[in-house]
């Protein structure tokens, strides 16, 4: 049977590493850490269930939060509706049976406490990693719960926000707060992505993802056309890396709008903007600029092209790392100024793009190809005016 935790009420599955999963269950062994020592044999590992795990905390069936009014409501943001109630009571829900078989995250925690460091191995640290990324998927699955049931509370007068249940008692930075806001509202509008998480194949990460992409979806009813995709989109994509899954996801939204995403570069072209200040403290002069993909890529290959002259005009091979920042400031200094050399060639401003041919006469599919050189995504029609 699989290891258990509970996630509000309901019994979550740990998230395990991909290495690890054994038809979806967290494993443990009596060895502990030492699974992660170069002397452990990994042909009689894979972390069995250990003799004194505790059994998942059952329901209180006369709980007030149970089949409560606001677990249905609709997202006023946009077309996606809250997930069932996760908290329930009675002999269908595993954790309220008393499933013992599972590693309690209590265990996994301790674990990590007790971590020898300095005894793991390169496979140890990666593997050590992987359970850190597993409890906090599984923290913000309990975020996510916690932070519905203050809303809920909330409409009932009887507490105030999610942002303030997730500030840490007013601890916590209002922007990383207003991250958690975020992540929880789009783990708790799709059941989908809730279950990904609790069965170890997605990640925080992946929720980012999603919430990104589904901002790429200008109108309503792109947005509902990306909502109707939104299942089928995550249950094909649980092998995919967090990027891999942004990239698929935001390609979703750019269908969704219909448009070969010429509405959204617009907007960005609108929401683009720029300032020049002397910082009060250092008095250096400091540049902030948010720009759109269209312009950003000819400023970002201008640069990289400026950059690599100057390294080259006393150096061979590509500029290191440690001095880039430099040269990118000089290299800015010259562009702006118009200091580079007038040799004929050309400014640094062409750039290259990549393009499929059935995108290039037909627009944007599934599996099209539309970006610069360097990956950023462009609208077909901005390649063909190029090409023109």
């Known amino acids: ?31 502990g850490w030492d699974s992660y020592s170069p002397d452990h044999d990994e042909a009689g590992g894979g972390r069995g269930a250990t003799p004194n795990s505790a059994s998942s905390n059952s329901p209180d069936s006369n709980s007030p939060d149970s089949n409560s009014p606001g677990s249905n409501r609709t997202n006023p943001s946009g077309p996606y509706t809250r997930s069932p109630d996760p908290r329930s009571s009675g002999s269908n829900n595993p954790a309220s049976s008393g499933a013992t078989s599972g590693l309690p995250i209590v265990d996994v925690v301790t674990r990590l406490a ?51 249940a997730l500030s840490g008692g007013g601890k916590r930075s209002n922007r990383r707060t207003k991250e ?93 903007k720029a300032s020049i200040w002397q910082d009060r403290y250092n008095g250096m002069i400091k540049l902030y600029c948010e720009i759109d993909p269209e312009r950003g890529a000819h400023i970002e290959t201008a640069i990289r092209h400026e950059v690599n002259r100057l390294w080259h005009l006393a150096n061979d091979g590509p500029p290191p790392a440690n001095k880039l920042e430099q040269l990118t400031a000089q290299a800015l200094y010259n562009l702006i100024t118009n200091q580079t050399p007038n040799n004929g060639t050309s400014s640094g401003i062409d750039i290259s793009v990549l ?20 990956g950023t995504p462009l609208p077909p029609e901005t390649i063909r005016r190029y090409a023109c």
């Open 180 to 272: 958690d806001v975020r992540r929880t509202e789009t783990v708790n509008t799709s059941p989908a992505l809730q279950d990904a998480m609790t069965d170890g194949h997605f990640n925080p990460s992946h929720a980012d993802a999603l919430a990104a992409a589904r901002n790429k979806a200008i109108t309503k009813e792109a947005k509902q056309r990306f909502a109707d995709s939104e299942t089928e989109l995550i249950n094909t994509s649980r092998t995919l890396t967090a990027d891999e899954f942004a990239r698929k996801a935001n390609r979703q939204a750019e269908l969704a709008n219909e448009d070969d995403g010429l509405e959204q570069l617009a907007q960005q072209k609108a929401a683009s």
């Open 114 to 164: 007790d971590l020898p460091i300095d005894a793991l191995d390169t496979d140890g640290v990666i593997k050590a990693g992987s359970d850190i990324q597993s409890v906090a998927t599984w923290l913000t699955l309990q975020k996510s719960a916690l932070a519905a049931r203050a809303e809920e509370l909330r409409e009932q007068g009887k507490a105030t926000s999610a942002a303030s």
């Open 1 to 31: 049977m699989c290891s258990s935790l509970t996630h509000g009420n309901k019994e979550r599955v740990l998230p395990n590493s991909p290495d690890r999963f054994d038809s979806g269950c967290f494993a443990s062994n009596d060895s």
């Open 355 to 374: 393009i499929d041919l059935k995108t290039l006469l037909g627009g944007l599919h599934e599996d099209s190809v539309s970006e610069t050189e360097n």
